[in-house]
Nanobody, 125 residues
Framework: VQLQASGGGLAQAGGSLRLSCAAS????????IGWFRQTPGKEREFVAY????????YYADSVKGRFTFSRDNAKNTVYLQMDSLKPEDTAVYYC???????????????????WGQGTLVTVSS
């Protein structure tokens, strides 16, 4: 499956952005989906994870209550709605997919098989 992330841009602190991750060459309903972010010199940081078998979403503490995962099966696309943005949310955001992820390992970026190209989010203070 190929993933295409989009929707990044510049936002002011307190503002909102919605990221999209569109899939081709496969059906997203067969995969668990992760959102990660990365800043220069740092490893990719877990943001959110959606597990198809349970329909449950898990969030990093840093974004809980501000970010929301959603999906549109008809469009084969998932979204990350980001509200109440903070300057520390500035990063390149990536979507990722995997079909056999162990639940306890969802925050481990190294275990995801498929990645989108990343979309830059910049939050100004």
């Amino acid at each position: 499956v190929q993933l295409q992330a989009s929707g990044g841009g510049l936002a002011q602190a307190g503002g909102s952005l919605r990221l999209s991750c569109a899939a081709s060459g496969g059906t997203l309903s067969r995969y668990d989906i992760g959102w990660f972010r990365q800043t220069p010199g740092k490893e990719r940081e877990f943001v959110a994870y959606f597990r198809w078998t349970s329909g449950r979403t898990y969030y990093a503490d840093s974004v809980k209550g501000r970010f929301t995962f959603s999906r549109d099966n008809a469009k084969n696309t998932v979204y990350l709605q980001m509200d109440s943005l903070k300057p520390e949310d500035t990063a390149v955001y990536y979507c990722a997919a995997d079909s056999h992820l162990i639940l306890s390992q969802y925050a481990n970026a190294r275990l995801y098989d498929f990645w989108g190209q990343g979309t830059l989010v910049t939050v100004s203070s």
